[in-house]
């Protein structure tokens, strides 16, 4: 079955950095666009970046320049590169896949930025 293992987050001060790493297995990975979204609390799920099967990518405006998505096909692993981290980017960040007309998701990965 599809399944979908983030790591990388933690405790970052503010102007740090952190990469995240999205493990996925269970479906064919090179013909699927992945995405990483962010929960904060108290607030919806948002879109954070997303990564077509060639490689186009796309984000949110409040990350535009300070976050990089990239994908390793034969990892089968998607990345989410963030700089410059500031406080509102505190959330759980998790890994999507749309895939066989459903979403799917990872369990989540905790980002704090904070001093």
């Known amino acids: 079955q599809v399944q979908l293992v983030e790591s990388g987050g933690g405790l970052v001060q503010p102007g740090g950095s952190l990469r995240l790493s999205c493990a996925a297995s269970?479906?064919?990975?090179?013909?699927?666009?992945m995405n990483w979204y962010r929960q904060a609390p108290g607030k919806q799920r948002e879109l954070v970046a997303g990564i077509s099967t060639r490689g186009t990518t796309s984000y949110a405006d409040s990350v535009k320049g300070r976050f990089t998505i990239s994908r390793e096909n034969a990892k089968k692993t998607v990345y989410l590169q963030m700089n410059s981290l500031n406080a509102e980017d505190t959330a759980v960040y998790y890994c999507?896949?749309?895939?066989?007309?459903?979403?799917?998701w990872g369990q989540g990965t905790q980002v704090t930025v904070s001093s």
């Open positions: 999507n896949v749309p895939y066989d007309r459903r979403d799917y």
């Open positions: 269970g479906f064919i990975f090179t013909i699927a666009a």
